[in-house]
């Protein structure tokens, strides 16, 4: 009986897993469109971003993509482009050992860098008021 239980609990926990992937991928899809950046970085990109960051800081992938998405809304701050890969990996890093670091999650440390990136003089006061 109790093998049976712990089965189910595992199969209802990847279920969830599932579906979480799912609605953040679905999200970093819309957000691609919205922001005009599809034709510079894909989903997947997105998506395996997240999972080598996962794989370097023991942040759950959902996480970390929620930062990428985080970050694709603040408008500019990831260039249309050959760079657009490049630059959102390096401020997702950023945001991911932020969040870390501060003992926040990896979206809230983005949104903070996100507006400190957008308007560096608000933004620095943003920081410090922020992460009190």
Do not use: H
Not at 10 to 15: I, N, S, Y
Not at 24 to 51: R, W, Y
């Amino acid at each position: 009986m109790a093998s049976i239980g712990a089965v189910v609990a595992v199969g209802a926990k990847a279920v969830n897993e599932a579906t979480e992937a799912l609605k953040t991928t679905a999200m970093t899809e819309q957000i691609l469109k919205n922001t005009g950046l599809a034709a510079s970085v894909s989903s997947k990109q997105i998506g395996d971003l997240a999972m080598q960051i996962s794989n370097l800081t023991g942040i759950d992938d959902e996480q970390v993509q929620a930062a990428s998405n985080v970050l694709l809304g603040f408008q500019g701050l990831v260039p249309a482009g050959k760079d657009a890969q490049a630059t959102l990996a390096n401020l997702t890093q950023v945001a991911t050992d932020l969040g870390a670091r501060l003992g926040k999650d990896p979206a809230a440390a983005a949104k903070v860098l996100g507006k400190a990136l957008a308007d560096p003089a608000k933004g620095v006061a943003a920081l410090y008021r922020d992460w009190e």
